[in-house]
């Protein structure tokens, strides 16, 4: 409820211009899919997106799904309707690290300061937020590789990756 509330305070209005601008559908969904994974980690749910569309007769009017976290906003003005870029074949995602358009550093040092300042005073401004991809692996003791993404934004095709995303 703490994140529905805070989404549809800040955020919401920002996707549904959005969503008017590129003549697209927003579905938000405000509970948990599967209650008995509930002691596992809510981000998880959201690879269960595709299985439960495909449950409701509105999957019939839906071919890509873009998924996003509750906390991000949209350039309204600016982004192109992300679904031009999408590849149907494909699950789009956006590199957290490598070839970005901005500097990555700067960049966090901003997101860093936000959270500080207007998130929670807790929020530490010298975090794991500044790590380099290898070191982040080496982290979690995960086999190193020299980008990441963005797990909180991603698109797929509904009938072509809901099984695949479920089964991960």
């Not at 938000?28 to 899919?33: A, G, M, S, T």
Request: aromatic share 20%; charged share 25%; glycine share 4%.
């Amino acid at each position: 409820k703490k994140y529905y509330n805070f989404w549809k305070k800040y955020v919401s209005k920002n996707w549904k211009m959005y969503c008017d601008k590129n003549d697209l559908g927003l579905i938000v969904l405000d509970n948990f899919i599967d209650n008995s994974q509930t002691k596992k980690k809510a981000n998880w749910h959201k690879l269960l997106i595709g299985k439960e569309l495909l449950k409701s007769n509105i999957s019939k009017k839906i071919k890509n799904v873009c998924y996003l976290d509750g906390d991000i906003l949209i350039n309204v003005f600016g982004a192109p309707n992300i679904f031009k870029e999408h590849l149907i074949n494909k699950i789009s995602v956006v590199n957290q690290y490598k070839d970005l358009p901005y500097d990555y550093f700067t960049t966090q040092k901003k997101i860093s300061f936000f959270r500080h300042n207007y998130y929670s005073k807790k929020y530490p401004l010298d975090s794991s937020i500044f790590m380099k991809p290898s070191q982040i692996f080496k982290f979690h003791g995960f086999k190193q590789f020299n980008n990441y993404f963005c797990s909180g934004l991603f698109i797929f095709n509904l009938r072509l990756f809901s099984k695949f995303l479920e089964n991960i």
